[in-house]
């Protein structure tokens, strides 16, 4: 059973910086395409970011140039940076393995 375990999150000013890691278990990374999605209250889930097994990425235009994502095969763990964090970055970010298997989420919230 894979599972998935989100360290990471918490409070940050706007302009600041945080990183998000997706620790998994039960499967290498290297085999399937893993992601991260966010939610807010009264939004859809949106697709933050997209690594595929041949490390090809993709972004949401909204997170686009601030936005990293990557991948450490040797830990089996896949790392979101985020800079220049906005207010509306505010959302519970979720790590998503190979479609099917889901973390439990993680909160950022960017304030003053």
């Known amino acids: 059973q894979v599972q998935l375990v989100e360290p990471g999150g918490g409070l940050v000013q706007p302009g600041g910086s945080l990183r998000l890691s997706c620790v998994v278990s039960?499967?290498?990374?290297?085999?399937?395409?893993m992601a991260w999605y966010r939610k807010t209250p009264g939004k859809e889930r949106e697709q933050v970011a997209r690594?595929?097994?041949?490390?090809?990425?993709s972004y949401a235009d909204s997170v686009k140039g601030r936005f990293t994502l990557s991948s450490d095969n040797s830990k089996n763990t896949v790392y979101l940076p985020m800079n220049n964090l906005k207010p509306e970055d505010t959302a519970v970010y979720y790590c998503?393995?190979?479609?099917?298997?889901w973390g439990k989420g993680t909160l950022v919230t960017v304030s003053s």
């Open positions: 039960g499967s290498l990374i290297r085999l399937r395409t």
């Open positions: 690594i595929s097994p041949g490390f090809a990425t």
């Open positions: 998503n393995y190979d479609i099917n298997s």
